[in-house]
């Protein structure tokens, strides 16, 4: 079996690791705050002690950091994945980051004899503690059949969306639909209340019709409980925003929903809530 290394440990990612342990694999685990992956050291898990001596050891290397830069720090340079993978192994990096930056260490990899796939994920901490995470994978096609089986493990909707930098490009897709159906999510609950009905009663009605989403399904409920722990960083989503704003302007394509969106979790995190989840916006209405 492969052996797998695991770079990132956070909200979605130790769960990820939890599902390889389950699977029978040998995983190796690093972690820039050491202290989130002792739990998983302690259900079978190896720790290494720096990125590199973790690519040096596995036949397929896992990464879900924060920022695209962090990204780029892991995998180029000296001390970078690139340079102390073993060749013919697989690099699967599930960060929401640039399709820019996946099309290059695709190609950086590619000279190296070690394969590259993008895969970003959504489904936030719910969709990876039960496994039932989408991923979103660019890269080449038969790289992407020989390590179907590990992906299954962590998710139900696993698609090869085509060649380098698909995925981050998919993702952004997704990342567009969800920030201007939060605002509405939120206006929804938000005018529930002030009519006067019960928003739980609301949201059994219009959850399974026609305004059905995940977000309305999984955030809605937290809202209403005043629950905002991060399943998915406001700041992460910002990011995501950036990102997509970004591809957009480079392609002539206006996308004014997206633009309100991140004006409006802009604001949120200049309050001090960018470590909030992204239902924290529904506090933007109950504030008003």
Same mark, same amino acid.
């Given at each position: 079996?492969?052996?797998?290394?695991?770079?990132?440990?956070?909200?979605? !990612?130790?769960?990820?690791?939890?599902?390889?342990?389950?699977?029978?694999?040998?995983?190796?685990?690093?972690? #820039?705050?050491?202290?989130?992956?002792?739990?998983?050291?302690?259900?079978?898990?190896?720790?290494?002690?720096?990125? +590199?001596?973790?690519?040096?050891?596995?036949?397929?290397? @896992?990464?879900?950091?924060?920022?695209?830069?962090?990204?780029? $720090?892991?995998? /180029?340079?000296?001390?970078?994945?690139?340079?102390?993978? $073993?060749?013919?192994?697989?690099?699967?990096?599930?960060?929401?980051?640039?399709? %820019?930056?996946?099309?290059?260490?695709?190609? +950086?990899?590619?000279?190296?004899?070690?394969?590259?796939?993008?895969?970003?994920?959504?489904?936030?901490?719910? !969709?990876?503690?039960?496994?039932?995470?989408?991923?979103?994978?660019?890269?080449?096609?038969?790289?992407?059949?020989?390590?179907?089986?590990?992906?299954?493990?962590?998710? %139900?909707? /696993?698609?090869? +969306?085509?060649?380098?930098?698909?995925?981050?490009?998919?993702?952004?897709?997704?990342? /567009?639909?969800?920030?201007?159906? @939060?605002?509405?999510?939120?206006?929804?609950?938000?005018?529930?209340?002030?009519?006067?009905?019960?928003?739980?009663?609301?949201?059994?009605?219009?959850?399974?019709?026609?305004?059905?989403?995940?977000?309305?399904?999984?955030?809605?409920?937290?809202?209403?409980?005043?629950?905002?722990?991060?399943?998915?960083?406001?700041?992460?989503?910002?990011?995501?925003?950036?990102?997509?704003?970004?591809?957009?302007? #480079? @392609?002539?394509?206006?996308?004014?929903?997206?633009? @309100?969106?991140?004006?409006?979790?802009?604001?949120?995190?200049? #309050?001090?809530?960018?470590?909030?989840?992204?239902?924290?916006?529904? %506090?933007?209405?109950?504030? #008003?």
């Amino acid at each position: 079996m492969e052996k797998i290394g695991f770079i990132g440990t956070g909200v979605m !990612g130790a769960s990820m690791v939890q599902h390889l342990l389950r699977g029978g694999y040998d995983v190796i685990v690093y972690n #820039r705050t050491k202290e989130k992956a002792m739990a998983l050291v302690e259900k079978g898990a190896v720790w290494a002690n720096t990125p +590199q001596e973790l690519a040096e050891q596995a036949s397929v290397i @896992m990464t879900m950091v924060g920022y695209p830069h962090d990204v780029e $720090q892991l995998y /180029i340079g000296d001390n970078g994945i690139l340079t102390h993978a $073993q060749p013919g192994s697989i690099c699967i990096d599930f960060t929401t980051s640039t399709p %820019t930056l996946a099309e290059n260490l695709y190609k +950086q990899a590619k000279e190296k004899n070690i394969h590259m796939l993008d895969a970003p994920v959504s489904g936030g901490d719910i !969709g990876a503690r039960e496994a039932k995470l989408a991923i979103m994978v660019g890269g080449d096609a038969e790289v992407f059949e020989r390590i179907l089986p590990l992906l299954q493990l962590l998710g %139900t909707n /696993i698609v090869l +969306q085509g060649e380098a930098g698909s995925g981050q490009h998919t993702k952004m897709c997704n990342q /567009i639909a969800i920030a201007s159906n @939060m605002i509405g999510v939120c206006e929804a609950i938000a005018y529930a209340k002030q009519a006067g009905l019960s928003p739980e009663q609301v949201l059994k009605s219009i959850s399974t019709g026609a305004a059905g989403s995940w977000s309305l399904s999984n955030l809605a409920p937290r809202m209403m409980k005043g629950d905002f722990a991060p399943g998915f960083y406001i700041k992460h989503f910002i990011k995501d925003m950036k990102i997509a704003l970004e591809e957009a302007e #480079r @392609m002539n394509l206006s996308l004014p929903g997206l633009a @309100m969106a991140k004006a409006m979790y802009e604001e949120l995190a200049a #309050r001090g809530k960018e470590n909030d989840g992204t239902q924290a916006l529904y %506090t933007t209405y109950i504030q #008003r």
